[in-house]
């Protein structure tokens, strides 16, 4: 059998729109991937996938699920990259770039994702993109690294991994800055759920759930995709109109109480790495932080010396002061991460979500993402709900929260 070299390649802001990504697909295959010359690759990615779900919402194009009567976007995430990776595979290419192929993936669908590419890697050469070295494929043969679309390493695992086996490191610069004004004080439990079930159609999604959640509690709240953890924050957030007439209480209040959407949301700092779709204008870091204190995307009032200095805490805090003036989108995606934390917490809300916040950062800013949580959990007043499918290492929350799925509705119970 014929044996194929395999590469992984780290690099900020490698995707589909990337010069050297877009050479390789053309077949113009640049060092040190000269055998792939002239050979036609596909690409693997969250890019390409939205790219067919976009195409299926517009146009009623379902070519990933063909055959399947149904919409790829009711698929779970393993059964979308399931689905995207067959189509590209009928294309019959001579190589595979795989993109952050395990992001949002939990443990088992990462476990089937990678014995699939296992075997295939017998077939053809594959040339992984990845940003967590913990992802590294075990056959690659070679890792390649970037800085500034440069390549400035080309070595084996072993040597990549004794060169930059430690994360540069970062340390947050003071304590985390003071709420201009404190909310009202409320009463415990401050999120509550009694025997809360939830079905759409025939299906139930959550079964029987209980929660009690304090202020100042640091809450994991995990599960496998699917498993119903997005239905539970809506829900928590008054984006879910399945919660009206459900045993909930949301900042000391029974759900139903008079409360509007705005009271609830006012009271919440949430971030989600999709929220940086939402900020496509030109909004520098400054005016992003200080958009907090307004619940605003961006910022379109002259804003006062108190908010203008609080902000610059917060900048200082994250490590950004030298780039405040920078424009929001231009940022990478850890700094982007950071910036909207900071957002969030500016006005010290009741409650914090952090919801899938590691998605697509690499392992310096992971670090510091979770160094920033713990802080905040440990400095401020704020709840912390972090959601997750995986255990992050160095994340300190107190308790965690499980969902469990079944044919009959996820329960819930508390992970000992």
Not at 299 to 320: C, V
């Amino acid at each position: 059998m014929q044996q194929h070299t395999h590469w992984a390649i780290y690099g900020s802001g490698l995707s589909m729109e990337s010069p050297f990504i877009k050479k390789l697909l053309r077949g113009n295959a640049p060092e040190p991937f000269l055998l792939l010359e002239g050979k036609k690759g596909v690409l693997f990615s969250n890019h390409t996938l939205n790219r067919f779900i976009k195409e299926e919402a517009i146009h009623d194009d379902y070519t990933l699920t063909e055959g399947e009567h149904r919409s790829i976007r009711t698929f779970s995430s393993g059964e979308q990259k399931k689905a995207l990776l067959n189509h590209l595979l009928s294309k019959n290419p001579d190589f595979l770039i795989l993109d952050n192929a395990f992001d949002i993936l939990d443990k088992a669908s990462q476990k089937l994702l990678k014995g699939r590419l296992t075997e295939l890697s017998q077939q053809m050469p594959i040339i992984q993109i990845f940003r967590r070295k913990e992802n590294v494929l075990p056959f690659v043969d070679k890792i390649v690294r970037f800085e500034d679309d440069k390549i400035i390493f080309t070595g084996t695992t072993n040597e990549y991994q004794a060169l930059y086996q430690q994360t540069k490191s970062f340390s947050l610069n003071g304590n985390i800055p003071p709420a201009l004004v404190d909310f009202d004080p409320m009463d415990d439990p401050l999120i509550a759920f009694k025997n809360v079930t939830v079905s759409y159609d025939d299906r139930c999604i959550l079964n029987n759930i209980n929660w009690e959640i304090n202020q100042g509690d640091f809450w994991q709240l995990m599960g496998p995709n699917g498993s119903g953890k997005t239905t539970l924050l809506t829900m928590i957030t008054g984006d879910n109109p399945k919660a009206y007439g459900k045993d909930i209480t949301l900042f000391g209040k029974k759900k139903g109480s008079g409360e509007s959407v705005w009271d609830i949301k006012k009271k919440i700092g949430y971030v989600t790495p999709a929220m940086t779709t939402l900020f496509r204008g030109r909004h520098t870091v400054e005016s992003m932080v200080i958009s907090g204190l307004h619940d605003s995307i961006g910022l379109y009032n002259k804003p006062s010396f108190m908010e203008r200095d609080l902000a610059a805490k917060w900048i200082e805090l994250i490590g950004m002061t030298d780039i405040k003036d920078k424009w929001f989108s231009h940022l990478s995606e850890g700094q982007q991460c950071m910036v909207l934390i900071a957002r969030s917490m500016i006005k010290h809300p009741p409650l914090l979500i952090l919801d899938e916040p590691t998605h697509g950062l690499d392992d310096y800013f992971v670090s510091i993402l979770i160094e920033l949580v713990n802080k905040i959990a440990a400095e401020s007043r704020t709840t912390i709900i972090y959601v997750s499918h995986k255990d992050e290492k160095g994340l300190e929350p107190e308790i965690t929260f499980e969902l469990i799925p079944d044919k009959s509705g996820s329960t819930g119970r508390i992970k000992q």
